[in-house]
């Protein structure tokens, strides 16, 4: 089996996950060592999930969550209704 540049991309995630039938990973690998790009893009995806690995969500302050449930409960409420709600409520009379 000889695989393109363009077969790199979707085997990306089950190659990285060793999810890959052996006789496509064996391609795979067989590309990637003529490969510079390839090889260099594998790399760079699989150093972004090590890096990524060990970001943790930030806390946010008080101050903020409350400005920002004031601003969501105000955009709600200041909605205005959709066409599709406004054509079911002129067909039902609600």
């Not at 363009?6 to 003529?34: F, M, T």
């Amino acid at each position: 089996m000889m695989l393109k540049c363009r077969d790199v991309g979707q085997l990306l995630h089950d190659y990285v996950e060793k999810l890959l039938e052996p006789s496509i990973q064996q391609a795979l690998e067989a590309h990637l060592a003529d490969c510079a790009g390839c090889l260099a893009f594998i790399n760079t995806y699989k150093q972004t999930i090590r890096l990524s690995d060990g970001l943790r969500p930030a806390e946010m302050p008080p101050e903020l969550q409350q400005k920002l449930r004031s601003f969501i409960k105000t955009k709600l409420s200041s909605r205005q209704p959709t066409w599709w709600q406004r054509l079911w409520s002129g067909l039902t009379g609600r």
